[in-house]
């Protein structure tokens, strides 16, 4: 069982915004030991939380950094460059904890306020919650519990409905929410080729009492903290997120193949970095990956600047953002497979970084939000086609 602590209103540390260069190190060091065990070594997750790292987008009145996109998105990579699992668990804590921005205040406080809070979920509606006159009684079982072993508070996704079963609303209007709990039941299904260390295990709850102020609507943006931040769209920041996490995975990738400049492959007389086919590859991967990170941030600028100038993002800014996502995603996807190969036998070893890289790329590019299928409503939009862009 996996439950939270109480926490009670008050003054809240306020969470650094700067990616700890000692934090990096320790993540790196722990890595193997992360894959091992399943889920991130504690001293890996004592240097997040002492750096602020798992809520870099929560609300400063709720201990948290309330980042800007672009800021939270750099130190996703960086963390993801030192362990994808890292970097991983971290991007799924800050996009939920985007959510805190659409609870009551005392209920934002409660689950976001404590220092080591970090909260998680699925949020893809695969629970149920009927409604009842304060509270709702919800049941589900989510995959993808990311971070499960040292999140304080889990939540899913959820279909609204009344005592009838028939679909219902949230008092915003919402169809759809995010209920956060305080007690979830850990599946043990969490046995994978990549991402080992972040203990994304599917989670359930049966009949829990979920007050309807812990339950924050997913397609309606009902604001309790307005600004820049969480006028964006909450799908495309996971989706950058995830792509942004692909990201550094391939600036390791790039960074184990340049270490690997004077190894000698079996039945070569040159070393890697004196073999064209090597030195060509190992361009396209930089191009590509430089690429990315200029294509996701100029796209995040004109969305920042839009919400923060007119109030919201238009359904252009929204698919603009997710082309980006997805293109990062392919690119850093290339790269590595490029890497992992020029680098040769060297690159299935245990001890070799870029198997692991390799793995873990793999198994993040398999999130629906990257997934191949959202080019399509992406290019139905760009044809001037009527497109649902409810779930960008």
């Known amino acids: 069982?996996?439950?939270?602590?109480?926490?009670?209103?008050?003054?809240?540390?306020?969470?650094?915004?700067?990616?700890?260069?000692?934090?990096?190190?320790t993540i790196r060091n722990d890595a193997a030991a992360t894959e091992a065990a399943g889920r991130l070594?504690?001293?890996?997750?004592?240097?997040?939380?002492?750096?602020?790292?798992?809520?870099l987008w929560v609300p400063e009145n709720y201990g948290g950094a309330g980042a800007s996109l672009?800021?939270?998105l750099d130190s996703i990579a960086e963390i993801a460059r030192a362990d994808g699992a890292a970097g991983w668990c971290v991007m799924i804590a800050n996009t939920t904890g985007l959510l805190a921005s659409r609870l009551d205040r005392e209920v934002a406080h409660e689950i976001f306020g404590r220092t080591d809070a970090v909260a998680g979920g699925f949020a893809a509606p695969m629970g149920v919650a009927t409604l009842g006159a304060a509270a709702a009684r919800v049941s589900g079982e989510w995959a993808w519990g990311s971070g499960a072993s040292h999140t304080t508070t889990m939540g899913g996704g959820v279909r609204i409905?009344?005592?009838?079963?028939?679909?219902?609303?949230?008092?915003?209007?919402?169809?759809?929410?995010?209920?956060?709990?305080?007690?979830?039941?850990?599946?043990?299904?969490?046995?994978?080729?990549?991402?080992?260390?972040?203990?994304?295990?599917?989670?359930r709850v049966h009949n829990a009492h979920v007050p309807l102020e812990r339950i924050v609507s997913m397609?309606?943006?009902?604001?309790?903290?307005?600004?820049?931040?969480?006028?964006?769209?909450?799908?495309?920041?996971?989706?950058?997120?995830?792509?942004?996490?692909?990201?550094?995975?391939?600036?390791?990738?790039?960074?184990?193949?340049?270490?690997?400049?004077?190894?000698?492959?079996?039945?070569?007389?040159?070393?890697?970095?004196?073999?064209?086919?090597?030195?060509?590859?190992?361009?396209?991967?930089?191009?590509?990956?430089?690429?990315a990170r200029a294509y996701v941030a100029d796209e995040v600028g004109r969305s920042w600047d839009e919400a923060a100038s007119s109030g919201r993002v238009t359904n252009e800014r929204?698919?603009?953002?997710?082309?980006?996502?997805?293109?990062?995603?392919?690119?850093?996807?290339?790269?590595?497979?490029?890497?992992?190969?020029?680098?040769?036998?060297?690159?299935v070893y245990r001890r070799s970084p870029l198997q692991r890289v390799f793995r873990d790329i793999h198994v993040a590019?398999?999130?629906?939000?990257?997934?191949?299928?959202?080019?399509?409503?992406?290019?139905?939009?760009?044809?001037?086609?009527?497109?649902?862009t409810g779930g960008l």
């Open 1 to 25: 069982m996996h439950g939270t602590l109480p926490s009670r209103p008050g003054p809240v540390p306020k969470c650094r915004t700067t990616t700890d260069m000692d934090m990096l190190a």
């Open 41 to 55: 070594a504690p001293s890996t997750v004592a240097a997040l939380v002492d750096a602020g790292s798992f809520k």
């Open 70 to 72: 672009q800021t939270g």
């Open 161 to 203: 409905v009344d005592s009838e079963g028939s679909p219902a609303a949230l008092p915003d209007g919402g169809r759809v929410g995010f209920a956060f709990f305080t007690e979830v039941e850990e599946l043990d299904t969490w046995y994978v080729s990549g991402l080992q260390g972040t203990h994304s295990t599917d989670y």
């Open 219 to 291: 397609d309606r943006r009902s604001l309790v903290v307005d600004t820049p931040l969480y006028r964006c769209s909450t799908f495309g920041a996971l989706a950058l997120g995830v792509a942004m996490t692909m990201v550094g995975l391939a600036e390791r990738a790039i960074e184990e193949l340049t270490l690997l400049a004077d190894k000698i492959p079996q039945g070569s007389s040159k070393g890697l970095a004196h073999r064209a086919p090597v030195q060509a590859d190992l361009a396209r991967s930089v191009a590509a990956v430089r690429g």
């Open 318 to 347: 929204k698919v603009a953002l997710r082309l980006a996502a997805n293109a990062a995603a392919d690119a850093a996807l290339g790269a590595v497979d490029r890497c992992y190969t020029s680098a040769g036998g060297e690159a």
């Open 365 to 388: 590019s398999q999130h629906a939000m990257v997934a191949a299928r959202v080019f399509e409503p992406l290019g139905r939009f760009e044809f001037g086609l009527e497109t649902d």
